[in-house]
């Protein structure tokens, strides 16, 4: 179809050929602008992606290539202290792993004390034999210095480590949620410890109460001891009515008597552990 001006109608044919020039042009114009945007856009995200992955690969070094060795010195308080030469966690063994990549590789909050690194893991022996095939995660711990590291208010010395509450269905375990990373934090469990979002799914107390045992008893050999325990308040009883709960119950390992009932609503996914030294 043409529009090229012919005859007597000639001004009206070259009105209508400017406007159909004028539309193709402008039709064309947005087609190569919206094409160069796109490409522009796929080049920011290209970028974007490079810049993140850079990110996590120099994050992630800091954890992949460190070296534990001497002794680590913790300094100062909890939740006012920092630690020197502290010794990462390994992100996994026989029976126990770290629950997050995120906060072990990116954000490097696997680090404790030397003499609790050894601790925790001569605890994960003893349950081998202990808490026959259970498989246990630990999570948050301190940051390479310490320090403070949000939303903790403690884990600032090496000496504070999260363990997350082992769960149960049908007697056996269940380990599906604990392969949910960080969103581990945000599990709510009702009166008994059943979990709010699937009740076949329960803390296993007994296997809390053997690992906890576990670790006083390696802390111990290694001169130092369970200073203290956070765990929801009202979960105590529970835990205390299982057999390897009485004997915990008995030994003198303190438990958190009273709390802000902000920090108890949070202690039901995980205990917390604060480790002394004799
Ligand atoms: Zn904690």
Redesign the pocket.
Known sequence: MSFRPTGHCQSTNATKYKYFEFAMRLNISSKVKSTVMWIKRQGIMRWVLLAVLIFIGVRSTSQIFYVNMGTSKSIGPVHKGKIQNAYLLPYSGDNYKYFSPFSYYILGRAYVHSTIHTTVLDGYKICESTCDGISFRV??CSNKKGGSMFP?R??QNGT???FMTPLMKKGKQHKFFDRIGIFRYALNFDKDGVLKLNKKVSIDYENMARHILAMEEAARKNGMYIKKV?FKINLKDNLFDTESGKRLQSSGIYFAQSLPKSIDNLHDD?Y?VDFGFL
Request: glycine share 0%; proline share 0%.
């Open positions: 999570m948050e903790h403690t884990h504070s480590l999260d956070i995980h917390h």
